[in-house]
């Protein structure tokens, strides 16, 4: 696929790579870097964003959802040292000099190896063209038979052998397997090689006994002329046999392969933590972003990272007043969380206070990945929901709802979700009125998915206190739109079974009956599909509301509703509950 690199230092310029998608970051950043090389300015330093999203070098291109044709954006570094602490930043800093060192280091190997490619290209092409004129003057000797197959596996090579510039890359390249191609051809180089070798062995006798007897046994110039020209052809058969596989070996290198180890290695900790206790901005985002590549990597660092101490240092970044410095921080305590063990020790160290903190953020990204972590913590602990609940917990999350992406609203759902399940906590969802209307923001959006994980959570507390979804009548108008207009069965199936609680309390029927969304236009949607648990609700509901107001039994619409039941029913219950209906109005 191709990607578009943008970038404000080069203005109007758009930079285009080829690439994979399981491509790392790194071994993108290795393509931009060759580029700039070519401009003269290959020890720019940059970052890339994509979506408000800093790129990770130990991540794949994959990961962050970059497809085909997308733009990202290259941030450069500045150069200006802003340091506060010189005993603290020359260490960093000395590191950072030395990382930028080995980098250009690694891009002039990768230079260099790219131009050895192009020059054994353009020596082999001459070598196939020399071989090619050896071929043809073959006729002229003792077996000017051999000519043909020699002419021949010199058009084949012209034909295997790529064209190629360090600055265009491949010409007219067949397939990605041409490096199989060139071992192949190098064979039979051997193979021509060989056989000239027994060429050679056949000539040799009569040269010899020419050279010993003199007058006496005659030996044509022919004879000298072939044995000639068939050394020349074996030095050439083995000349291009060295260069073939020369280029083959060559071809197993890409772009990258020396400098995405160098950007995805690990810096040492001490001087990552000492750039973090820096009072520079600079350091600190440095000391950040290394963190959090180092928390991306592999198991064995996280457990290196936490084993120094790491999880502080997080923390103190975590509740920095530049959101560059916390985004970092944030990503790297997600990352680490996604191990149980340390999940204990970021609890005990009160982590979870400076998660819910990090949830005020303007920057959503921050508040995205604040959230994946207070999830991992979730995952069915009981103690962490404490936590996160704690003093201010559902204040903090209902501000995620009311300002902040749909992303995050559908994770702070999810978090709502795993409290239900717990019968000490569940309670505290709805113990304010305050938080009522953010569950009706919920139910009222248009992602299917917050939706249902917003109703589950509703349904696991009316399951055990029906009292505490009936107490709230602001839900009844969303559920029955969610009824008649949500195009997920299951989200119309949880509002209609969320929607009987209040039918069935004496109390808040009228309600129902009175709501602004009329709800025999909700009954219709239930009562017309063929599914047996809709149907069920709608009988249940029509039951319960006739039941309570006799004076339905005359309403033209309701009984429509009710015969169309009783026919189209794919449910013995709600089969019989219509029959129950109509056996009321017969009786009145």
């Known amino acids: 696929m191709l990607l578009y690199i943008s970038s404000p230092t080069f203005i109007g310029r758009t930079f285009v790579i080829s690439c994979s998608g399981k491509d790392s970051i790194a071994r993108l950043k290795a393509n931009i870097l060759h580029i700039l090389y070519e401009m003269g300015r290959g020890s720019h330093q940059f970052r890339l964003k994509f979506k408000n999203q800093y790129l990770k070098d130990s991540s794949s291109i994959e990961d962050y959802g970059i497809v085909d044709s997308h733009v990202i954006n290259m941030i450069p570094l500045s150069n200006k040292s802003m340091t506060d602490h010189p005993l603290i930043s020359s260490a960093s800093s000395l590191q950072s000099r030395e990382n930028e060192d080995t980098l250009q280091r690694m891009l002039f190997k990768e230079v260099n190896t790219l131009k050895r490619r192009e020059k054994l290209c ?13 071929g043809f003057i073959t006729f002229l000797t003792e077996y000017w038979f051999t000519a043909f197959y020699k002419c021949g596996f010199a058009l084949l090579a012209l034909y295997v052998c790529p064209k190629y510039t360090r600055l265009s890359g491949f010409y007219l390249r ?9 071992l192949a051809i190098s064979f039979c180089a051997l193979a021509l090689f060989a056989i000239n070798l027994g060429l050679l062995a056949s000539l040799e006798s009569n040269v010899c006994r020419y050279i010993t007897t003199l007058p006496s046994f005659p030996c044509s110039e022919i004879v000298y002329f072939s044995f000639a020209l068939y050394v020349f052809e074996s030095v050439g058969f083995f000349g291009f046999f060295v260069l073939s596989t020369l280029l083959w070996a060559n071809f197993k290198f890409q772009i990258g392969n020396f400098i995405e180890p160098v950007l995805v290695e690990i810096r040492d900790i001490k001087y990552i933590f000492a750039a ?6 600079k350091e600190q985002r440095s000391a950040g972003l290394d963190l959090a590549n180092l928390a991306a990597s592999n198991v064995d660092n996280k457990f290196a990272l936490v084993a120094e101490g790491g999880l502080q240092v997080l923390i103190d970044l975590a509740l920095s007043e530049d959101e560059g410095v916390r985004g970092y921080a944030i990503e790297a305590i997600s990352e680490l969380l996604t191990i149980k063990s340390i999940q204990n020790e970021f609890v005990e160290i009160g982590g979870v206070n400076t998660l819910m903190f990090a949830l005020h953020s303007t920057d959503s990204h921050i508040v995205k990945e604040s959230l994946l972590a207070i999830c991992q913590l979730c995952q069915d602990n009981e103690d962490v929901m404490v936590h996160v609940l704690g003093e201010n917990g559902m204040d903090d999350l209902c501000h995620v709802i009311n300002t902040c992406k749909m992303e995050c609203v559908r994770l702070v759902a999810g978090i709502f979700l795993d409290v239900s399940f717990c019968d000490n906590l569940r309670g505290e969802l709805l113990k304010h009125r305050k938080y009522v209307p953010v569950f009706e923001r919920m139910i009222r959006c248009s992602d299917y998915i917050t939706q249902q994980l917003c109703l589950q959570t509703l349904e696991m507390i009316a399951l055990t206190s029906p009292d505490s979804i009936t107490a709230h009548p602001n839900f009844i108008a969303p559920l029955l739109s969610c009824i008649s207009k949500a195009s997920d069965l299951q989200v119309r199936t949880i509002s209609a079974k969320l929607l009987l609680y209040f039918v069935d309390n004496p109390e808040t ?12 236009e909700v009954l219709v949607t239930l009562v017309t599909t063929q599914d047996n648990v809709m149907q069920c609700v709608a009988a249940k509901i029509l039951y319960l509301l006739v039941e309570n107001d006799r004076e339905l039994l005359n309403d033209d619409r309701i009984m429509d509703l009710v015969q169309s039941l009783r026919i189209n029913a794919v449910d013995q219950e709600a089969w019989m509950l219509s029959d129950k209906i109509l056996i009321m109005k017969e009786g009145s």
């Open 122 to 134: 353009n020596d082999l092409q001459v070598w196939i063209w020399v071989l090619f004129v050896f």
């Open 174 to 182: 067949v397939n990605e397997r041409d490096d199989l191609r060139i």
């Open 509 to 520: 029927m009228k309600e129902v009956v009175n709501c602004s969304v009329d709800v025999r």
């Open 276 to 281: 973090a206790k820096s009072k520079s901005v």
